[in-house]
């Protein structure tokens, strides 16, 4: 069975300063990963993905995230943060072994981005 | 600009109600899905629909069904609405292959 484990329930970081969500996940074959944003009383929304070929991918607002398969791991990143970063991040995963193309989502992590 | 669009951004209803929850997708994607979100809980899957009259069971389906008679169009059934089911309702599409999701804004219920 896949899984996907955000370790965080809540990071808080300084206006400024690096954000770094992280993000394990587990799966029986090749992943695809997605990281969305969610803001107050809103949908999710899309901020990048890895497929395949380069491990660092660049997605909306300035954030990014290395695959790293050894780690198993797909941490999210932005080298300064803003306030209005501030919000619930979810990280997916999906793979061919499910049927249907079902995401398994982490339980997300709330940022707290402080002026 | 492609979307998934959610009949009701906050709903009200009374236990007992029959309640829909509506979805609407303009992408022309096979896959529709109905989770619910809860503090602490994240996100949890209750139904999804791979083709149209077709549906399948999630994680959570109890006091749920859907129909999908249209391939754009995924509703989302509570019978009888109760109190546990007060929660944010949100739909998402996505194409037969292996992709990305797209949601939609969100329902926020409250049963009273």
């Known amino acids: 069975a896949q899984s996907v484990a955000q370790p965080e329930d809540q990071v808080n970081v300084a206006e400024g300063n690096p954000l770094t969500v992280k993000c394990t996940y587990s799966v029986s074959g090749n992943p695809y990963l997605f990281w969305y944003v969610q803001y107050p009383n809103r949908g999710l929304q899309f901020l990048l993905k890895?497929?395949?070929?380069?491990?660092l991918v660049k997605g909306s607002y300035g954030f990014e995230a290395e695959f790293n398969k050894s780690q198993t791991s797909f941490h999210l990143k932005k080298p300064s943060a803003l306030v209005s970063d501030s919000a619930l991040y979810f990280c997916?995963?999906?793979?061919?072994?499910?049927?249907?193309?079902?995401?398994?989502f982490g339980a997300g992590t709330q940022v707290v981005v402080t002026p | 600009d492609v979307k998934v669009t959610q009949s009701s951004r906050y709903l009200v209803k009374r236990t007992g109600e029959k309640v829909f929850l509506e979805c609407v997708q303009d992408m022309d994607h096979e896959n529709m899905f109905w989770y619910r979100q809860d503090p602490g809980l994240g996100l949890r899957l209750i139904y999804f629909s791979y083709d149209v009259k077709m549906k399948e069971k999630g994680d959570i389906p109890e006091g749920y069904s859907v129909s999908r008679e249209k391939k754009e169009r995924f509703s989302l059934i509570l019978e009888s609405a109760s109190t546990n089911q007060t929660s944010m309702y949100l739909c998402?599409?996505?194409?037969?292959?292996?992709?990305?999701?797209?949601f939609g804004s969100g329902t926020r219920l409250t049963v009273v």
């Open positions: 997916a995963v999906q793979t061919a072994a499910d049927s249907w193309g079902k995401f398994q």
């Open positions: 890895y497929i395949t070929g380069d491990n």
């Open positions: 998402a599409s996505s194409p037969r292959t292996l992709g990305g999701y797209t």
